[in-house]
């Protein structure tokens, strides 16, 4: 059977009375609106309750599903350990979620279980479920670092596999808001904050599901939210399925947003095929971009193109710029995915006889041997982005005071030790994290003394 319910909730242990004792009453429309879905659960009996957690095991590149016949938790360590849960794990469908993700080439299972304790973004709608039904199984599902696309269709397997094996099943999608909604709270403000509760409750309020994609990774970081990629599983869930939506409460008093939606099945609606509408205007828009794209670019795509679909160096065409022929310069050739690094290798200084001969072998490296990444597939070809930055001549700075994290990039030297950052890349927004960065990547400490260079790129994309 299909999804017969979905619910956006947030997870914080202070509305549970036995650990607010008291405090909880700051927050009353969420626990009035908590209350509401408990109910509007139990009315429907689903035989299962999907839960997505980001406090459940969590990986960069998988997503872990709870394994085994059943768990326990507690708020012990929120000072109440007599609020206990026992919960029993619907096995059947939680393999059946694995065998069709491996099958479809997600990475998403039950292995890699590091905590099989119950956690607090779980227990907490688990709270108040049960204190009006529990004729249910438990199938908990954690996030994953993996991009929003992915979780959503981890989304549409588990509703493929509720499906497949016939289960009335509810998800309920735990995640707090923004944690920077006011100065007094516990993570400070940040304007972002607000900027992402009043955006995310207007999109879920709406279920306009496929807005939650336009959410950039920098703005949700910035406003240190903890559940979108959980409500974009829930989304997944629901794809081609006309919803009523109904936003049930919004709180901020406590500088963490908290947003309850309830959203129910209304039949199908192939215009809400989201990810597919997505994913057609990403392969129009990077269509366009490639034909327009100049020469080093150009010449790095047929460069990846050649290693990745054939294995073999491409060779140097012979109609290039004599820019690209003639000259020799070190180069990094960027390759990003669904806008997420995908591969990055490059050059301080010339290699080769030609800046040609530096991009083509260069994107070779980035596609097939940057440690961070599995080589490119082919299927991955598709999605992908190609930038190349040409370098000027490094020259040494006395201080950080001659830096520009925008206009110049960073070497950072110690005797063999070096590491280089290119200028203006998102997140990297001021000096002091472009050395550090650099530092990293070269192994070394904040507290050694180093030789700082600049250097200016020619970026070409």
């Not at 969420?30 to 429907?44: G, K, M, P």
């Not at 491996?102 to 956690?119: F, H, K, N, V």
């Not at 041997?369 to 080589?375: I, K, L, V």
């Amino acid at each position: 059977m299909p999804i017969i319910a979905a619910y956006m909730v947030p997870h914080p242990p202070m509305i549970v009375p036995e650990v607010g004792r008291g405090s909880e009453r700051q927050i009353e429309a969420t626990r009035a609106a908590y209350a509401r879905v408990a109910e509007d659960i139990a009315a429907l009996a689903p035989e299962t309750v999907i839960l997505t957690s980001p406090h459940a095991t969590m990986y960069a590149d998988y997503f872990h599903i709870s394994p085994g016949r059943s768990a326990e938790g507690s708020f012990a360590r929120f000072r109440a350990p007599g609020v206990r849960f026992w919960e029993e794990y619907d096995a059947e469908l939680a393999k059946t979620i694995e065998r069709l993700a491996i099958a479809g080439g997600l990475p998403a299972g039950t292995r890699g279980e590091r905590d099989p304790e119950l956690d607090h973004g779980t227990m907490v709608p688990l709270y108040f479920i049960r204190q009006v039904y529990s004729g249910f199984r438990l199938v908990r599902v954690g996030l994953s670092g993996l991009p929003l696309e992915d979780h959503y269709r981890l989304g549409q397997l588990i509703r493929r596999a509720a499906d497949e094996t016939g289960r009335r099943a509810v998800l309920v999608a735990s995640g707090d808001l923004s944690h920077k909604l006011q100065s007094y709270g516990p993570y400070g403000y940040a304007p972002e904050g607000p900027q992402y509760d009043a955006r995310i409750m207007d999109v879920c309020g709406r279920a306009a599901f496929g807005e939650l994609f336009d959410f950039d990774e920098a703005f949700c970081e910035r406003a240190a939210e903890c559940g979108h990629r959980s409500f974009v599983i829930m989304a997944g869930a629901l794809d081609g399925v006309a919803v009523a939506a109904e936003k049930l409460s919004h709180e901020d008093v406590t500088g963490v947003g908290y947003g309850v939606c309830a959203f129910h099945p209304a039949g199908t609606d192939e215009a809400r095929r989201f990810l597919d509408i997505r994913q057609r205007e990403q392969e129009r828009r990077l269509r366009e971009e490639r034909a327009k794209c100049d020469p080093w670019v150009n010449l790095a795509w047929q460069s990846v193109e050649s290693w990745v679909l054939h294995h073999r160096v491409a060779a140097i065409p012979g109609d290039l710029p004599e820019e690209l022929t003639r000259r020799r310069a070190g180069a990094f050739v960027s390759i990003h995915k669904q806008g997420r690094l995908r591969g990055c290798i490059g050059t301080i200084s010339p290699t080769r006889d030609s800046l040609a001969e530096e991009i083509i072998h260069n994107a070779v490296s980035a596609s097939a041997r940057d440690p961070r990444f599995d080589p490119i597939r082919p299927d991955e070809l598709k999605w992908l982005e190609i930038s190349v930055d040409v370098l000027g001549e490094p020259e040494p700075v006395a201080s950080e005071a001659e830096l520009d994290v925008k206009r110049y990039g960073v070497i950072v030297s110690r005797g063999h030790r070096r590491g280089l950052l290119l200028p203006d890349l998102d997140g990297v927004d001021t000096v002091r994290q472009q050395v550090d960065i650099a530092r990293r990547k070269a192994g070394i400490e904040p507290d050694e003394k180093v030789e700082l260079q600049r250097f200016e790129v020619v970026r070409h994309t």
